[in-house]
């Protein structure tokens, strides 16, 4: 694999290793094992955006750990638990799609919102704040969830719809097939 060097100012290829780091994050020293580039040629350190943002994750998770925050992994498994886009999690949630896309990336979650995200692995206070926030949702999003939650348990259809009908005013079908006039 080749990456531009800064140091060289050239493409060279790159040696990978897996380095234990020592950050201070906000006060609290965090230790990990990340991932470091460096140039074959001159043995410095190459500057990599995606390895960045996972090295911060990783990072960042320590931080989180050690101040008895979710991590990161952990509220994208909130969400995937769900089998929710970040879109439609956010909606729920009322953050903002790009707070909790920095959540998800590494970004340190004030406490309330960790707190939040923590009750929202009950399954029923998930469906409390789904039912209150579902005016919020698109057709689309709202039988996704639905399909989830309520599929082995639909309660028995109940309703009733009225069709004109040749000499009585109207005739109700009901849902077992049966058909009975009005005031019968
Ligand atoms: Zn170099």
Not at 52 to 60: K, M, T, V, Y
Not at 77 to 101: C, D, H, N, P, V
């Amino acid at each position: 694999m080749k990456k531009y060097c800064g140091s060289c100012e050239a493409s060279h290829e790159v040696v990978v290793s897996n380095d234990v780091r020592e950050y201070k994050i906000k006060e609290t020293n965090v230790s990990a094992r990340i991932t470091i580039l460096k140039c074959a040629y001159c043995g410095n350190e190459i500057y990599d955006k995606a390895n960045e943002i996972e090295n911060d994750i990783i990072l960042f998770d320590e931080y989180k750990k050690k101040n008895n925050l979710l991590t990161s992994r952990e509220i994208i498994e909130i969400r995937q638990k769900y089998g929710l886009s970040q879109a439609t999690f956010s909606k729920i949630l009322g953050f903002g799609l790009k707070t909790i896309t920095r959540y998800e990336n590494g970004s340190i979650q004030d406490s309330t919102h960790d707190s939040f995200l923590r009750l929202l692995r009950e399954e029923n206070n998930f469906i409390l704040l789904w039912t209150i926030k579902k005016h919020t949702l698109t057709e689309s999003e709202i039988s996704k969830i639905q399909s989830k939650f309520f599929k082995q348990d639909v309660p028995s259809i109940d309703y009733e719809f009225k069709e004109p009908c040749y000499n009585k005013p109207y005739v109700t079908i009901t849902t077992n097939g049966g058909y009975g006039y009005d005031g019968h």
